[in-house]
């Protein structure tokens, strides 16, 4: 079947290394950040999540960090692995109650043994 | 794994059809959502509800309804499918994290 992801930007990373992801949200005002893993075929999956009062929230093998400064969210996986391969989405709240999200452009993740 | 599903997962229907398609979770959740996802892009609300009764419509314009007749059910329905419809339909729902089935690949011909 056709594969999510074949237009997105691309990490290629050798198994074992740490991976990074990066974001760019839209709206001063979102005051929730969620990241998401999509594999071929398959719905997102949650990773981990991150609220605007924090700058920092850590996860098994996965780290979020954000800057309300410049609006920029990130994702690292540390020792990452051949079944971390799939499409990363960065998704925000924008907030007053609503639970909408909003998703960001996706980055597809190629780990190789 | 979140308990919610989603049926057709693929369907290839002609142009003029209607269909519906079925988005249903056990978990009691309130607030339900449609999504709709072309090959290799984000992700844009079309429609969502905060319970029974309740539907609103998306961010990204759709010629879509839904209906929320109950807590568990939230189906989407196309009544004149067209090949501009052609794309990846994405439920969810959310209690704490936000939850999504597995989506329905729908193709116009």
């Known amino acids: 079947g056709e594969s999510v992801g074949l237009h997105l930007p691309t990490l290629s990373v050798q198994e074992g290394d740490n991976s990074i992801i990066n974001c760019a949200y839209s709206n001063s005002a979102s005051d929730y950040f969620i990241w998401y893993k999509q594999e071929s075929g398959k719905g997102p999956q949650f990773i981990i999540d991150?609220?605007?009062?924090?700058d920092k929230r850590q996860g098994q093998r996965v780290t979020v960090l954000l800057n309300k400064t410049v609006k920029h969210l990130s994702l690292q996986i540390a020792a990452t692995q051949p079944g971390d391969s799939a499409v990363y989405f960065c998704?925000?709240?924008?907030?007053?109650?609503?639970?909408?999200?909003?998703f960001g452009t996706g980055t597809r993740l190629q780990v190789f043994p | 794994e979140a308990d919610i599903y989603q049926t057709p997962r693929y369907l290839v229907i002609g142009t003029g059809k209607k269909i519906t398609l079925e988005c249903s979770q056990t978990?009691?959740?309130?607030?339900m959502y449609w999504y709709q996802q072309d090959p290799g892009m984000e992700l844009h609300l079309i429609h969502y509800s905060y319970g029974v009764n309740s539907t609103e419509k998306g961010d990204l314009s759709s010629e879509s309804t839904v209906s929320r007749i109950r807590t568990e059910h939230f189906p989407l329905t196309l009544e004149s499918a067209r090949p501009s419809h052609t794309s990846q339909y994405l439920c969810a729902s959310i209690g704490g994290e936000q939850y999504f089935g597995p989506g329905t690949r729908l193709t116009v011909t």
């Open positions: 991150i609220r605007s009062n924090m």
């Open positions: 998704a925000e709240n924008i907030g007053w109650g609503t639970d909408k999200l909003i």
């Open positions: 978990m009691g959740h309130d607030k």
